[in-house]
């Protein structure tokens, strides 16, 4: 079925054929917001989290909405819907003439997937768990459009086959788990354009995928943007992605709008000192030449991992198959030295780590980390030396545990490793590493939800350094950070590293960031590494082809 096929008409009988809605002249204004402001709270304990914003969107365009965590972009997109609950509105929220503001809830309820749409954040939690993603989309065909269960069947696979998920059919009765990261993105995608709305809300859209993904979800969106003749609004910190998208760019400050324009002029020619903060806040390139003979710290060799999964059919009930996770990989750590691991989701990168830090017990080969093999040492042994090998998670908040003191969550290692330490000596310990990554001892007693993701990066960097580990795993430590912030946790990890000597294994999916960090880089695709070298000969002039698709998505990104 094509998506070019007629629409029916909200509150027509099922199975009739109305005429398509017109979508509004391209440059025509569709939405005017004028002095919004949303608050939190009441009198004393009121907090202004969206603070006079005015701006204005066009039938047909793709603008961008950018900012730190904090910014109130997101509050005010949310607002856009009147999805804020339990917050005041000041100002008016105008689409096509009509007040959103002061429309009835049963009218706002049809406004919302019919009229605008929106894209959230995280699929996995925006997607009902319970629910095939076919039946999710066949949902909001029922309640906006009144089709029947096979025409809302035919449209949604349509709609999935569009936004490019293979074997529609037989996806539309998969459940979101059973889906990769950008084919639960492409779902919701999917579900957004059902009624093919004349404005579609992106929250950080691309935020969780590889670079290869996002450039496509990016691609997709601007095809399916042009092809409706829809309004985009992209609401990002990713300034490289606002770059590639965005006609039209608003930076948002601590609520404030606080500038405007064509997104080439504002790139060029930031006003705004925020502006020009957030477009210098890139990666920087801080590397020291390895020391002379430094020594080998961690050494792997031929290291294989292999999951047991069921085959297809009846086979499946007595016979296990087994799949390579990690096939044969091999390299040598020294000290002082920063090896960066690549790869897609699914390439192994992740297994790797689990295994070298010897938490992945299915594996062959030899992981000789200062002069013992984990597989082979004793499990007193290996608890010893798990002392001097750390590792930093990539999500801080969901590491970190929410009924612990900071206090508590430091000492948590040092408790385990040196149980005869006095708890006056202990606290003193966690007082230096919070010292260490920048924070004092007014956080002892507070919990992980009382700070800013860039600063709980630095109590779970600060968890492992109190240890004073010879090598960090770092996995993907920088991903669900700001810009600015990323900046200032790399900065720490370069000053640690210099300052201590310290071996990062570190893992991500951000060719910039391993660009500026590593000595070395290993390139991973389905458990095997492809293409390893210096990092600014591989990243510079890479050879393998699956190297260079991950290097042109990234310019792409970065254009």
Known sequence: MSLAAP????????????????????????????????TFGHGDHATRAVRDVSFDLRAGERYALVGESGSGKTVTALAM??????????????????????????????????????????????????????????????????????AARDRAIALLERTGISDAANRFNSFPHQLSGGQRQRAMIAMALACRPKLLLADEPTTALD?????????????????????????????????????????????????????AQVFSNPQHPYT????????????????????????????????????????????KDQFPAVKDVGFELREGETIGIVGESGSGKTTLAHTVLALQNKSAGTIDFLGSDLHQCTRKKRSSLRS??????????????????????????????????????????????????GLDRTALGRYPHEFSGGQRQRIAIARVLILKPQVLVLDEPTSALDVSI???????????????????????????????????????KNGEVVEAGETESVLGAPQHPYTRKLMAAAALGAS
């Open 486 to 524: 990323q900046q200032q946790v790399l900065a720490l990890l370069s000053q640690l590293q210099h300052k201590y000597n310290l071996s990062y294994l570190f893992i991500s999916h951000d060719l910039a960031v391993i660009r500026a960090m590593a000595h070395r880089v290993l390139v991973m």
């Open 276 to 319: 020009r903060k957030l477009i210098d806040s890139r990666p920087k390139r801080e590397v020291l030449p390895l020391v002379p003979l430094a020594p080998v710290l961690l050494n792997v060799r031929g290291l294989s991992v292999n999951y047991a999964r069921k085959k297809p059919g009846i086979a499946g009930w007595f016979v």
């Open 211 to 263: 670079v290869t993904i996002r450039v496509q979800i990016l691609e997709l969106l601007r095809d399916l943007q042009a092809e409706y003749g829809m309004a985009v609004m992209l609401i990002t910190h990713d300034l490289n992605l606002v770059r590639a998208f965005a006609q039209r760019v608003g930076v948002m400050e601590k609520g404030v709008l606080v500038e405007t324009g064509e997104t």
């Open 81 to 150: 819907l009147r999805l804020v609950e339990d917050a005041h509105y000041e100002g008016a929220i105008r689409f096509e003439g009509r007040d959103l503001l002061d429309v009835s809830d049963r009218e706002m309820r049809g406004i919302r997937g019919s009229e605008i749409a929106m894209i959230f954040q995280e699929p996995m939690t925006a997607l009902n768990p319970l629910y095939t993603i076919g039946n999710q989309i066949v949902e909001t065909l029922a309640l906006h459009e009144g089709l029947d269960r096979r």
């Open 388 to 437: 001097r090998m750390q590792v930093v998670f990539q999500d801080p908040f969901g590491s970190l545990a929410p009924r612990m003191t900071i206090e508590q969550i430091v000492g948590e290692g040092l408790a385990l490793h040196q149980p005869g330490l006095s708890r006056e000596a202990m606290r003193e310990r966690v007082i230096e590493a919070l010292r260490e990554v």
């Open 7 to 38: 629409f029916q008409q909200p509150g027509a009988q099922p199975g009739a054929i109305a005429e398509p809605v017109a979508a509004p002249a391209p440059g025509t204004r569709l939405m005017c917001v004028e002095n919004l402001s949303v």
